[in-house]
């Protein structure tokens, strides 16, 4: 099974470990620009009825959320995700894939932040205490929403024009 029965671009989120307060700007915005959302994870996510906003449950498992994400998604789609792995194939694929503090993944920072995920990963491996990400502030939530934005200008002008 493939994308739920829509045309166009699609935000697909991945729904582990999201923000709260991500989910309402992305449920906002689905409303706003009658745009699919699409909330996948292991457990369970709450919503609001809408005919734009859905969650799928996949099995727990290493991986299961991502790798349904990257088979539902299509060239264009955009990601919400912290898995910089994910990430990775979500660009590979064609895809826009956007952390909830607003930083776009590219071609271009991607081998950067496979590196350093890698080399953090390593370090935790080994003992050492490398702390966790650094408290969510108003500013990433905002960076965040301007993200959004601009990936939903792009696509309605992409959908614009191919209506004329």
């Not at 906002?28 to 609001?48: D, G």
């Not at 503090?101 to 081998?111: C, K, S």
């Not at 408290?135 to 905002?142: E, K, N, P, S, T």
Request: proline share 5%; net charge neutral.
């Amino acid at each position: 099974m493939n994308s739920p029965d829509t045309t166009g671009p699609q935000i697909w989120v991945d729904g582990d470990a999201c923000p709260g307060v991500i989910k309402e700007i992305l449920f906002r915005a689905a409303e706003r620009a009658k745009i699919h959302v699409t909330l996948i994870a292991n457990h369970a996510l709450p919503r609001p009825t809408s005919r734009y906003i859905r969650a799928l449950t996949v099995r727990g498992g290493f991986d299961e959320a991502d790798n349904e994400i990257v088979a539902r998604m299509q060239a264009g789609d955009l990601v919400v995700t912290q898995d910089i792995p994910l990430a990775a194939r979500v660009i590979d694929k064609g895809g826009i894939a956007i952390n909830p503090r607003g930083e776009r993944y590219t071609p271009e920072n991607m081998a950067e932040r496979l590196s350093m995920r890698n080399f953090m990963e390593e370090l935790r491996g080994a003992g050492v205490q490398t702390g966790g990400p650094s408290a969510f502030h108003m500013r990433d939530r905002q960076s965040f929403a301007n993200q959004l934005d601009r990936w939903l200008s792009q696509v309605t002008k992409q959908s614009t024009s191919s209506k004329e």
